[in-house]
């Protein structure tokens, strides 16, 4: 196998026990030489011991880490190509800027004419260039967060692992975060394997991202995989929001399957499994797939439409929604609230029909 072809990142059948506890199960995955892949889950599902293997800080039950096509299941955390960012990103507050990147290179014994240039080269693709003799106490959240993954990407390991980087910054400037950390890893062109719980990280930063859940991945796939096609029940609660319905199904035809709710109602969805009559399913549609329209406007040709009165509106911007609420059915939907004109002066106790199309939504059989 060439060198292009041979992937930064293997795991094989990796296990992970504590007494009883199987923490990791079965983890099967490539990762591609070059690119972003992230782990997302729930806490208590494995991820954070899944990472730790990588890096060394504990050894597989069973199973094989392979790196650049090396097993490095025997080799120490200190010896393996990897660097690790944690999410208190422990920076030497003692040390300059220049000094913390060095760390690593100054271990090495790299000669020191060497460490200046690379601390000076790695902080101008940082965009930090002239920040080396600064304190740490000086940087902000976000220059901080940077410098200590120029600190890990001087040493150029073959991946690098990030632990949660963003989960201490305030939201303004995770967000902000999110974009640059996609530019770093496309500039320095370095594997990037980060976990979190949190989807949006996952879903703007990710060539790849693996729903990991109970030890084990329920999807691999890219975030619009994930997000428009979700495997299991638990990928489509857990990825994005979903309006959730419960039913048997009714009849098939095709790729659709009409659907009888438990309040009688009738509901068609896409499915890509195969199912048959009788069959207890999960039914998701999300917010922003759900048409609205006045009660004398109603579409000629919905598959399915409701009339709701709206219960409560969630104003937030361009990502405002309603609560809408179906009398006759008891239930109630979360609804996308169009930016525009017609729908400016919705007010709770307004009347609405809302409708959506079966190719929108997605029809999982029941998980026992």
């Not at 902000?140 to 890990?152: E, L, M, N, T, V």
């Not at 000629?300 to 969630?314: P, Q, R, S, T, Y």
Request: glycine share 8%.
């Amino acid at each position: 196998m060439s060198d292009k072809a041979t992937p930064d990142l293997e795991c094989r059948s990796l296990n992970k026990t504590f007494g009883d506890f199987i923490a990791v199960n079965n983890v099967n995955v490539t990762v591609p030489k070059g690119s972003f892949f992230s782990i997302l889950g729930p806490s208590g599902c494995g991820k954070t011991t899944l990472l730790r293997m990588l890096a060394g800080f504990e050894q597989p039950t069973s199973g094989d880490i392979i790196i650049k096509g090396g097993r490095v299941n025997d080799i120490a955390p200190n010896r393996r190509p990897v660097n690790m960012v944690f999410q208190h990103l422990a920076l030497f507050p003692t040390m300059t800027v220049a000094e913390n990147i060095g760390y690593g290179l100054r271990r090495r014994k790299t000669p020191k004419h060497e460490i200046d240039k690379k601390v000076d080269k790695v902080l101008a693709r940082v965009g930090l260039s002239g920040s080396g003799p600064k304190e740490i106490s000086q940087l902000s959240g976000g220059q901080k967060q940077r410098i200590a993954i120029a600190r890990c990407l001087v040493l150029n390991p073959d991946v690098l692992l990030l632990d949660e980087p963003l989960g201490a910054l305030d939201l303004k400037l995770r967000e902000q975060m999110k974009v640059e950390l996609k530019h770093l890893q496309q500039e320095f062109g370095t594997t990037f394997v980060y976990i979190t719980h949190d989807q949006s990280e996952a879903l703007v930063m990710s060539d790849q991202v693996a729903v990991m859940n109970h030890g084990q991945f329920e999807q691999l796939g890219s975030p619009q995989d994930l997000y428009y096609s979700p495997e299991t029940a638990f990928v489509a609660k857990f990825v994005g929001e979903n309006n959730h319905r419960s039913g048997t199904v009714a009849d098939i035809n095709g790729q659709v399957a009409t659907i009888t709710g438990a309040n009688g109602e009738k509901l068609m969805a896409s499915t890509s499994h195969r199912m048959t009559v009788g069959d207890k399913v999960d039914v998701f549609v999300r917010p922003e797939a759900i048409g609205i329209s006045l009660p004398n406007d109603k579409p000629a040709h919905a598959e399915n439409g409701f009339d709701v009165v709206v219960k409560e509106i969630l104003f937030d911007g361009s990502r405002s929604q309603l609560v809408a609420e179906s009398p006759q059915l008891q239930t109630a939907f979360f609804v996308q609230l169009p930016q525009t004109e017609s729908f400016r002066a919705i007010r709770a106790g307004d009347p609405l029909f809302i409708h959506w199309q079966s190719a929108v939504s997605r029809c999982l059989r029941t998980e026992s």
